[in-house]
Nanobody, 126 residues
Framework: QVQLVESGGGLVQPGGSLRLSCAVSGFTLEYYAIGWFRQAPGKEREIVAAISWNGGDTYYADFVKGRFTISRDNAKNTVYLEMNSLKPEDTATYYC???????????????????WGQGTQVTVSS
């Protein structure tokens, strides 16, 4: 059974940092690209960052470039999203997702992802 479980969200002040984790099971992580998405109330889900199956290709949305870093540790079956210099507009539920097929690059389209976690809430507020 494929599972993705996000953790690490919480309440943080503007300018602060959080590290989200996406722990996976039920498949071999090293074969699949993983994406991080977010959705704020009343808004559509949007891509935040993605990493290819071998880690050689990464994508960052313009609004997080220079602040967020995506990484993967296949031995720990976990993908991370390091978030620094957080802003109130980063407030959202963050989801990780697994690509539909093995060996894919860092895709930005939600339709390229088949399995999703339940999400973790990130709130940036003073």
């Amino acid at each position: 059974q494929v599972q993705l479980v996000e953790s690490g969200g919480g309440l943080v002040q503007p300018g602060g940092s959080l590290r989200l984790s996406c722990a996976v099971s039920g498949f071999t992580l090293e074969y699949y690209a993983i994406g991080w998405f977010r959705q704020a109330p009343g808004k559509e889900r949007e891509i935040v960052a993605a990493i290819s199956w071998n880690g050689g290709d990464t994508y960052y949305a313009d609004f997080v470039k220079g602040r967020f870093t995506i990484s993967r540790d296949n031995a720990k079956n976990t993908v991370y999203l390091e978030m620094n210099s957080l802003k109130p507009e980063d407030t959202a539920t963050y989801y990780c997702a697994r690509a539909r097929e093995v060996g894919r690059q860092a895709s930005t389209s939600p339709t390229e992802y088949l399995y999703w976690g339940q999400g973790t809430q990130v709130t940036v507020s003073s």
